[in-house]
């Protein structure tokens, strides 16, 4: 990735001083407006699934999401994604402005595949951080979900690499 700020459409990615890269709004969204798409290898979970903590262990970061598709759990795992603005989207769990949309079944066989993205809960303004409840509680194996918006939200001029410039 190339500097320390990037866009893709919907969402810009920016440094923030102390918690490294997350996505802010690139545009005003409206409550119900599709906001971005959370890409990555798409792969059933198993029992014994755990790739997202397997992740951050080698010190790749965990950038898995899981979502159910008709009754069976899949993991979207965006770890090798860097370019894409999704996996930067911070968790809140009080002050989330986006939700998890249900995967969709995009194409036809054999070349079909899910997809999944997120909305705006409420009107978001320029420059706002995005979060997402990522609807883990308390985890020792995750020490960044004990934080909320209400206390980490930045704007996008208030970020690192807005203010280096």
């Not at 992740?55 to 790749?60: I, R």
């Not at 999401?65 to 996996?87: E, H």
């Amino acid at each position: 990735m190339k500097g320390e700020t990037y866009s893709r459409e919907n969402v810009i990615v920016a440094m923030v001083e102390g918690r490294g890269r997350s996505a802010f709004a690139a545009k005003n969204f409206k409550a119900g407006d599709f906001v971005c798409e959370y890409r990555g290898v798409v792969r059933q979970k198993e029992d014994d699934d755990w790739g997202d903590q397997r992740n951050a262990s080698l010190g790749l970061g965990c950038y898995c999401l899981d979502a159910t598709y008709k009754n069976v759990v899949y993991v979207f795992d965006a770890t090798a994604s860097i370019n894409d603005p999704g996996r930067y989207i911070n968790h809140a769990r009080k002050n989330c402005n986006l939700l998890k949309m249900q995967p969709v079944m995009i194409g036809e066989p054999p070349h079909a595949g899910l997809r999944i993205g997120f909305v705006a809960k409420m009107d978001i303004a320029y420059g706002e951080e995005l979060f997402f409840d990522y609807g883990i509680q308390n985890d020792p194996a995750f020490p960044w979900i004990t934080t909320d918006a209400k206390r980490i939200a930045t704007t996008l001029k208030n970020t690192h690499s807005a203010s280096a410039r």
